[in-house]
């Protein structure tokens, strides 16, 4: 027994003896510390910055008096050629789709349609370039984000500024633009991902002379999809001259083409549960207890000769002419031309008695033509003592 306590004894001693050396030391470190903290300490050097908000330069979609969009009474959002590169976004539709309020549904036969404060397709007003081209259900097409300048949305009524009884918003897609710098500028692009998908860009732009420049991009996309023949593709081109003879006039022509081909998908059928010998059980619910079967997920079944296609150009010549620091007119001619045919079987039902899939013919064709001027002239002024611009057109 006494045996036992001396080895306790010595475990204690030994305990202590650690507990004091690991004290003395931390003090020593601590006094190590304060001694040495006179001492200058580099640092390697950090560079911070902020880009600044897109809220000071005039939203043409909000506004023809040239206002800011910190100065104009509306929710306004503005998406640029940066956000849409830096983010990654693969088309116009999903970038517009981040921000808050709208949603995008992509139908087979509507590509560009939107949702937005509960109104959708030909209740919200698309513009390109400024421009209406027709309802969203008949001229709304894919969009690549290659060509575009930058996005503008705007959300509430727009008669006023745009017509055509713009009830939810607006959303105006605007192209690269020439840039009056002395130097030259090209932009690239490649891309490959799944489904065989390919992104292809190229752009440039720069003075032709000392009173012209120009801006021209084409990009290609494609994809085979995820279902067996229902490969999508999109070619379009823009370019711009843009001629200043002198400090008060700007006078610039412009193109636009376009032309695709939409993925000819219009969904999988739902067989009876006697039928289907793979349901995908928890992916539909239905109360006549039809489902979808695993054999049937990724067949397509259009007819073998389906088409959903476009070609479309628009040209336009805008003068800008401000002979002084109070007056400015402004005036746009433009012509648009589009060819669409739609060929598709769009709705399957299959047939409890023949356990085959009954299917619909539908033909579409639209041949548009435009040619269209718009006019309008901004004074700048003073009432009641107050700065104001009038506007007419």
């Known amino acids: 027994m006494s045996r036992l306590v001396e080895i306790g004894a010595l475990i204690a001693l030994v305990m202590f003896l650690l507990v004091r050396v ?41 506004s023809r008096l040239g206002l800011t969009s910190l100065e104009t009474p509306a929710s306004i959002h503005i998406i640029d050629h940066l956000e ?70 705007l959300k509430g009524p727009a008669s006023v500024l745009h017509g055509q009884g713009a009830i ?10 020439p840039v009056q710098e002395p130097h030259y500028s090209w932009e690239g692009l490649t891309a490959y991902g799944s489904y065989h998908t ?10 032709l002379g000392e009173a012209l420049w120009y801006r021209a991009d084409l990009s290609f996309s ?25 400090e008060s006039l700007e006078v610039t022509l412009g193109f636009d ?5 939409l993925p000819n998908y219009w969904g999988t059928p739902l067989v009876s549960d006697e039928f289907g010998t793979k349901p995908l059980k928890g992916v539909v619910e239905t109360t006549d207890g039809r489902t979808i079967d695993e054999r049937m997920r990724f067949v397509n079944y259009n007819v073998a000769n389906k088409k ?22 402004n005036n746009t001619v433009y012509y648009f031309s589009a060819e669409r045919r739609w060929r598709n079987a769009e709705t399957y039902t299959f047939n409890d008695t023949t356990n085959l899939i009954d299917r619909d013919r539908f033909f579409v064709s639209h041949d548009q033509q435009i040619i269209g ?18 506007l007419g057109g």
């Open 22 to 62: 690991s004290m003395t030391w931390a003090q020593d470190s601590v006094v190590s510390w304060e001694e040495d903290e006179s001492l200058p300490i580099q640092m390697d050097e950090v560079v911070v910055t902020a880009s600044e908000l897109p809220v000071h330069g005039p939203p043409s979609t909000s």
């Open 84 to 153: 849409l590169k830096n983010d990654g976004y693969k088309s116009v539709s999903e970038a517009i789709e981040q921000k808050p309020g709208i949603t995008w549904g992509a139908p087979p036969g509507d590509p560009f349609s939107f949702s937005m404060r509960g109104f959708t397709e030909n209740q919200i007003t698309i513009l390109r370039d400024g421009l209406w081209l027709g309802p969203a259900t008949m001229t709304g097409r894919p969009q690549n984000g290659f060509n575009v300048r930058r996005i503008e949305l």
């Open 168 to 177: 939810a918003g607006t959303l105006n897609v605007l192209t690269k633009k």
């Open 198 to 207: 390919v992104k292809l860009g190229a752009g440039a732009g720069g003075p």
């Open 222 to 246: 494609s994809s085979d999809g995820y279902v067996k023949e229902a490969g999508s593709r999109s070619l379009n081109g823009t370019g711009e001259l843009l001629w200043k003879p002198v």
């Open 257 to 261: 083409y376009l032309e695709d081909t």
């Open 308 to 329: 959903a296609n476009s070609h479309q150009y628009l040209s336009h010549m805008d003068i800008h002419w401000k002979p002084s620091q109070t007056f400015s007119l």
């Open 373 to 390: 001027n718009r006019l309008y002239g901004m004074l700048t002024h003073h009432m009641g003592g107050m700065p104001s611009k009038s």
